[in-house]
């Protein structure tokens, strides 16, 4: 009996080491910040806003995990609240991003002509400038807000993946059920959710999902040069950002959120190594035909076993 196109998937993820120790990773972060936001303060020990100024940089112990910031501020009370911030606005830059991209790409990639042109122009004009540098000037301008911020991300994140999935959508409509859509007059709707969206799914999440660690870092360093993000805002990358002033004093301050930034962004990091193998069709084809053999090898060992007994 073959298994289900979703179990192959995931038996080659989990195959790699590197890969399934990322969706641990990310599987533990993801499970603390549904936790926050469901309980709130109630699972931390602190409230991560509560300035207590007489215990301003107190040293790690049982009573402050983490020890304290600047303020007395619990850091493991605020690394916790900010673990769903940023990777709650990771995925949602990312997510916005592909939406765009999906439009716009299907609809390059579908209608050619005068509107692939045009959609593709302006898509190249955001390619001359540096995704960060534009970033980090919007949310200079519009001030400090975790949407703003988002959004400042979003404005420039968003043209890979018209590329990806125009680019996807050329090689799909060259198919016989698009090109007998198209004789028959099939309205663009059924088309793209019959025949483009199934076909360029898989490439298109596969790329979103190794995406999120890269918008997670574009987000900290935002934060980190201390531009969009609130001040008070418990965000990894603006606890970090103590780091430019407070390194010889009292470097432990910023050096948990970073290293928290560092172990979450590898995470995704790592899941992209199972998934960059899911993409590739040679590869893939080589672990499935591989995976085949080694099933097929047990079998028979397991056979000349029970034929021993």
Do not use: C
């Amino acid at each position: 009996m073959k298994k289900p196109p979703l179990k192959k998937t995931l038996g080659i993820v989990m195959s790699n080491r590197l890969s399934t120790t990322g969706f641990i990773i990310i599987l533990i972060f993801i499970a603390i910040a549904i936790l926050y936001t469901i309980f709130g303060n109630r699972i931390v020990p602190y409230n991560p806003l509560s300035i207590n100024l007489s215990d301003v940089n107190a040293r790690p112990s049982f009573a402050h995990l983490f020890g304290t910031d600047q303020l007395g501020r619990d850091i493991f009370s605020r690394v916790i609240a900010a673990i769903p911030v940023d990777i709650g606005l990771s995925i949602f830059i990312v997510l916005i991003s592909a939406l765009i991209g999906l439009f716009l790409g299907t609809t390059a990639g579908y209608f050619r002509g005068i509107v692939e042109e045009v959609i593709m122009r302006i898509t190249d004009l955001f390619f001359a400038f540096p995704p960060l540098v534009m970033s980090l000037a919007i949310a200079a301008t519009l001030g400090r807000s975790l949407i703003i911020a988002a959004f400042s991300i979003i404005f420039v994140w968003w043209p890979p993946y018209v590329r990806l999935v125009r680019g996807s959508t050329l090689q799909v409509s060259t198919s016989d059920f698009i090109t007998m859509s198209k004789v028959l007059n099939t309205k663009f709707s059924k088309i793209l959710f019959r025949g483009i969206l199934p076909n360029i799914m898989t490439t298109l999440v596969v790329y979103a999902t190794m995406d999120i660690g890269t918008a997670m870092l574009t987000l900290s360093t935002l934060g980190f040069l201390n531009i969009g993000i609130p001040i008070q805002q418990p965000e990894l990358g603006l606890m970090s950002s103590v780091l430019n002033t407070n390194l010889y004093l009292d470097p432990l301050e910023g050096l948990i959120p970073a290293i928290f930034i560092f172990i979450i962004v590898m995470g995704f990091s790592l899941i992209g190594e199972g998934l960059a193998e899911i993409i590739d069709p040679n590869i893939r084809s080589h672990l499935f035909s591989r995976r085949r053999r080694l099933e097929e090898m047990k079998k028979v060992k397991d056979s000349k076993a029970k034929a021993a007994d």
